[in-house]
T-cell receptor, first 111, second 113 residues
Framework: GENVEQHPSTLSVQEGDSAVIKCTYS??????FPWYKQELGKGPQLIID?????GEKKDQRIAVTLNKTAKHFSLHITETQPEDSAVYFC??????????FGQGTRLTINP | DSGVTQTPKHLITATGQRVTLRCSPR?????VYWYQQSLDQGLQFLIQ???????AKGNILERFSAQQFPDLHSELNLSSLELGDSALYFC????????????FGPGTRLTVT
């Protein structure tokens, strides 16, 4: 089955700097890669996703890149703000609509 | 607010008991997913229903069962509860097509004492 590895587990950046979180997956048949943001006491919130026919997708300060050959994808957050502090999860589909999640990255933005 | 609702928000119960968690999907969504989030296992897929029928199964224990009703709301039943079942249980919903976005509810925190 699918296995998703996420790095780093914690990340601390200065406000205004960029943050990058990386994930690798094992199943070459995976085609859908969403990213979720989870704030304390809340459910995961979908922030961006990418499908295998696209190499990069951008939404304002957030971008995701996908390298299907190397089986890895990354989340890039530019001009970080204090409200970006949260736990971020990557995921990959495992057949149909089952999602396998990475272990999460706790991002802290220092003012 | 994702539009997915879950009740109750918190649940405290004893070992050996049975509980039911409830989820209402976003308006228009036909598919419901259940996930368990614990500190040691992370976010794990349990089961998916589409328009009342089971579509996919993950690491769901035999003591757990789910169903989706004609009005599309879903219930997750957990029985013979053990201390290790303490976790956050999330419901997510989607339109139900391949690679559709899944939107998560606020979760139910289950504590087994």
């Amino acid at each position: 089955g699918e296995n998703v590895e996420q790095h780093p587990s914690t990340l601390s950046v200065q406000e205004g700097d960029s943050a990058v979180i990386k994930c690798t997956y094992s199943d070459s048949a995976s085609n859908y890669f969403p990213w979720y943001k989870q704030e304390l006491g809340k459910g995961p919130q979908l922030i961006i996703d990418i499908r295998s026919n696209v190499g990069e997708k951008k939404d304002q300060r957030i971008a995701v890149t996908l390298n299907k050959t190397a089986k890895h994808f990354s989340l890039h957050i530019t001009e970080t703000q204090p409200e970006d502090s949260a736990v971020y999860f990557c995921a990959a589909d495992q057949g149909a609509q089952k999602l396998v999640f990475g272990q999460g990255t706790r991002l802290t933005i220092n003012p | 607010d994702s539009g997915v609702t879950q009740t109750p928000k918190h649940l405290i119960t004893a070992t050996g008991q049975r509980v039911t968690l409830r989820c209402s999907p976003r308006s228009g969504d036909l598919s419901v997913y259940w996930y368990q989030q614990s500190l040691d296992q992370g976010l794990q897929f349990l089961i998916q229903y589409y328009n009342g029928e089971e579509r996919a199964k993950g690491n769901i224990l035999e003591r757990f069962s789910a169903q989706q009703f004609p009005d599309l709301h879903s219930e997750l039943n957990l029985s013979s509860l053990e201390l290790g079942d303490s976790a956050l249980y999330f419901c997510a919903s989607s339109l139900g097509q391949l690679w559709d976005e899944q939107y998560f509810g606020p979760g139910t925190r289950l504590t087994v004492t």
